[in-house]
């Protein structure tokens, strides 16, 4: 337990200070969020509907791009191989790091959620809305691509990869993302049954993905 | 005769010799057979003559999951038992469904047209056959990217089993997003509801399918293992090539 706070703690030390994590992420989804407008027209009231949308699809795209950098610094400084052959189980070390990471580059995509809402025209309970469903979803993008940066790691142009990998597995929680967003601002559906889901969804992930992702670095080193 | 007879991969090639001719030559039979009966089979009276797409269409879209089953079964046999024949037939699985569920969606696609005005509509049952297509190109991508096979085998098995784990997650997902194709008219509890004039061909061309697609299968397994020969034979030879 000692050895997985300590970890938890020198991950999100380091995403913090090293710089170009989550400012970037935030950055990036920003930027996301504003050329859509440009595509569609500066209609605010389809903006209005589609917000929940736009805002899903730039926080998958901005903790996907985030990804590759997850294990690939632990790799090149050999830190992996230490954490692969310490006492402490491979799974839950992974689960540590995936949770600091998401802490430091999913956390604050939440946090300018309410933010960048404004510019998409959505009132105060949609974008609380949106925030909620990004809040319990976005753990399950971090942990589906743990598995799939663990897989791609060692390759040498792993990180297109990572993504054609990993997206086709986020579409249960973009689905319920959006469809939980949509619930609370414009109805029928009640909120909660999607939200719940979105939960469910999260959760499996943190048992799948550290599971695969261990299994993915041990078999890569033998 | 075990399984694990067959682990030996010499023993493997000379089944599949003695094996593949009939298999052929059954598929070929089947397959001629299968569409002799299509169209002797009645027209439809809504669709008329395009519901024989039909014959083509459904047994691609069950063998589409059939190689997903395929492929995870067989990572299991890498995982688990360390087969060493398990990863060759994980690996040939991949293209040849990918080849079904392709022949899937394009005959879906045509068979759309006329019947619902569109090639494409983003309908469940639609996108989740799309979903599944995309998932065998990221596997065939990630055994193309790993070049050593057995390192390739373990991280195709540990993928193949997680998007075995994701599949229904994701059907489910998008079943509930959107639903317009027709349910399930032929795996049902209280019976099918298709007429018996056009079930007795989809049968049989699903088992002409069937065995194609185990024809193909244990073929491509076959090249994969010469071809296993033919690089481990170049390393030999660039290990003895002097100046080494």
């Known amino acids: 337990m000692k050895a997985l706070t300590?970890?938890?703690?020198?991950?999100?030390?380091?995403?913090?200070?090293?710089?170009?994590?989550?400012?970037?992420?935030?950055?990036?989804?920003?930027?996301?969020?504003?050329?859509t407008p440009f595509a569609l027209g500066p209609d605010l009231a389809l903006l209005q509907r589609i917000g929940?949308?736009?805002?899903?699809?730039?926080?998958?795209?901005?903790?996907?791009?985030?990804?590759?950098?997850?294990?690939?610094?632990?790799?090149?400084?050999?830190?992996?191989?230490?954490?692969?052959?310490?006492?402490?189980?491979?799974?839950?070390?992974?689960?540590?790091?995936?949770?600091?990471?998401?802490?430091?580059?999913?956390?604050?995509?939440v946090i300018a959620t309410p933010l960048l809402a404004l510019f998409l025209n959505l009132d105060l309970v949609a974008s609380a809305a949106v925030a909620a469903t990004l809040l319990v979803g976005t753990p399950a993008l971090t942990f589906l691509g743990l598995a799939g940066a663990a897989l791609t790691v060692t390759l040498r142009r792993g990180g297109l990869l990572l993504s054609v990998l990993v997206l086709p597995l986020t579409i249960p929680v973009l689905i319920f993302g959006v469809a939980a967003s949509n619930a609370a601002i414009v109805g029928p559906l009640p909120f909660?049954?999607?939200?719940?889901?979105?939960?469910?969804?999260?959760?499996?992930?943190?048992?799948?993905g550290p599971v695969a992702a261990a299994l993915a670095l041990r078999s890569g080193h033998d | 005769m075990a399984l694990i007879d067959y682990?030996?991969?010499?023993?493997?090639?000379?089944?599949?010799?003695?094996?593949?001719?009939?298999?052929?030559?059954?598929?070929?039979?089947?397959?001629?057979?299968?569409?002799?009966?299509v169209f002797g089979a009645p027209e439809d009276y809504q669709q008329g003559a395009t519901v024989r797409i039909m014959f083509?269409?459904?047994?691609?879209?069950?063998?589409?999951?059939?190689?997903?089953?395929?492929?995870?079964?067989?990572?299991?046999?890498?995982?688990?038992?360390?087969?060493?024949?398990?990863?060759?037939?994980?690996?040939?699985?991949?293209p040849v469904g990918a080849a079904f569920t392709l022949i899937c969606l394009i005959t879906g696609a045509l068979w759309g047209r006329p019947?619902?005005?569109?090639?494409w509509v983003w309908d469940a049952r639609l996108t989740s056959v799309l979903v599944l297509f995309l998932m065998y190109l990221g596997v065939?991508?990630?055994?193309?990217?790993?070049?050593?096979?057995?390192?390739?085998?373990?991280?195709?098995?540990?993928l193949t089993l997680v998007g075995a784990i994701n599949l229904p997650i994701i059907k489910f997902s998008v079943d509930w997003w959107n639903t317009l194709h027709q349910p399930a008219s032929v795996l049902r509890l209280d019976g099918p509801s298709i007429h018996p004039d056009l079930l007795v061909p989809l049968l049989v061309m699903t088992l002409a399918c069937g065995l194609t697609f185990i024809t193909l299968h244990l073929a491509v397994m076959r090249n994969e293992i010469l071809r296993r020969r033919i690089r481990t034979m170049h390393l030999l030879q660039a290990q003895r090539a002097p100046g080494s």
């Open chain 1, 192 to 208: 909660g049954t999607p939200f719940m889901i979105l939960c469910a969804l999260s959760l499996t992930g943190l048992v799948i």
């Open chain 2, 140 to 158: 065939i991508a990630l055994w193309r990217t790993v070049e050593e096979p057995t390192r390739a085998a373990r991280a195709a098995a540990i």
């Open chain 2, 56 to 94: 083509i269409h459904v047994p691609a879209a069950w063998l589409s999951m059939f190689g997903w089953m395929i492929m995870t079964i067989s990572s299991l046999g890498t995982l688990v038992w360390r087969h060493p024949l398990a990863d060759v037939a994980a690996k040939a699985a991949a």
């Open chain 1, 6 to 35: 300590a970890l938890f703690g020198r991950d999100a030390k380091l995403a913090v200070r090293a710089g170009g994590g989550a400012p970037v992420a935030v950055l990036f989804f920003l930027i996301v969020v504003t050329i």
């Open chain 2, 115 to 119: 019947m619902w005005g569109t090639y």
């Open chain 1, 52 to 109: 929940p949308a736009i805002l899903w699809i730039g926080a998958l795209l901005a903790s996907l791009l985030a990804l590759d950098r997850l294990l690939a610094a632990d790799l090149d400084d050999g830190s992996l191989d230490l954490l692969t052959m310490s006492d402490t189980p491979l799974e839950l070390a992974l689960a540590a790091k995936a949770l600091a990471h998401w802490l430091t580059t999913g956390l604050p995509l």
């Open chain 2, 7 to 37: 682990a030996n991969p010499s023993k493997f090639i000379s089944l599949t010799d003695r094996l593949l001719p009939w298999l052929i030559g059954g598929a070929a039979l089947a397959l001629a057979f299968g569409v002799n009966q």
